[in-house]
């Protein structure tokens, strides 16, 4: 799992993920008539515990970490990675634990029942380690998907978050959620920041992700100022910011409906 992923290119890849995002959908059928936040870190690095969580809390927020167990106490391109204990200080604080499936498998690259498999192992292990509920948000490993996997977990979890970029709205895919990164240096900033703004005049749901909190970021992450100045833009903003869970709990419920 520490191998450097290369995500599948060319006509193929294309048409894949034209095919996630098209088929297999949940459409989210509430109107969001304010603007809406949740911040979300993918397979968990400590960083984003040592770094990302207390700028998070400083505002009175909690964050979601989509946590992949397979990865517990292993060290990769984004620093050291979670363990049993970060796992449990983030749960006590109120924070989102939620399930990146145990294996950190492409899902589009998987059979649906393996897949599947591979979560519900998560799911477990998560709850031995005293998370009873991992079950209310997943994220796809690297934001691949596919409408065989979409159909197999929708019965899960309520919300699944991916990587194509946008703010969720009416009509938008539960089983696919858009997202915006906390990652790429200048650039990526004011990606995050153009987003805030967004949100601001025409309201949906922002779901942020990212991964290392740290000086020297991976690729698929960012600094602590980065991440402070995108909490401050929220803030200054007066957008409401939940963990991803309890920001579906207060939408309309959808939760066991067949995709179409």
Not at 141 to 162: D, I, T
Request: net charge neutral; glycine share 8%; charged share 20%.
């Amino acid at each position: 799992m520490n191998t450097v992923y290369e995500p599948a290119s060319g006509l193929a890849g294309k048409l894949n993920r034209l095919a996630a995002r098209r088929f297999a959908r949940r459409p989210l059928k509430s109107d969001i008539s304010v603007p809406l936040a949740s911040f979300s870190f993918d397979d968990f690095p400590k960083s984003a515990r040592e770094n990302g969580m207390p700028l998070i809390e400083h505002h009175g927020w909690r964050a979601t970490f989509y946590t992949a167990l397979g990865f517990a106490g292993q060290s990769n391109h984004l620093g050291e990675l979670m363990d049993a204990a970060d796992i449990r200080a983030l749960h006590l604080r109120g924070h989102e634990i939620a399930c990146h499936s145990f294996s950190h498998h492409d899902a589009s690259r998987q059979g649906a029942k393996a897949f599947a498999a591979d979560c519900e192992r998560n799911c477990a292990e998560l709850m031995e380690l005293g998370i009873y509920k991992p079950a209310s948000s997943f994220a796809f490993p690297y934001g691949e998907a596919s409408p065989a996997v979409k159909r197999a977990l929708a019965h899960r979890y309520g919300a699944m978050r991916g990587v194509y970029p946008g703010i969720n709205r009416k009509g938008d895919d539960l089983n696919l959620l858009k997202a915006v990164a906390l990652d790429g240096g200048e650039a990526g900033l004011e990606r995050a920041l153009a987003a805030v703004r967004e949100v601001q005049t025409r309201p949906g749901w922002l779901i942020f992700y990212g991964h290392d909190v740290r000086e020297n970021p991976s690729q698929w992450g960012c600094t602590p100022d980065f991440l402070k100045t995108v909490c401050k833009a929220v803030a200054e903003a007066s957008i409401a910011v939940l963990p991803v869970g309890e920001t579906l709990s207060h939408l309309a419920p959808q939760r066991m409906e067949t995709p179409a």
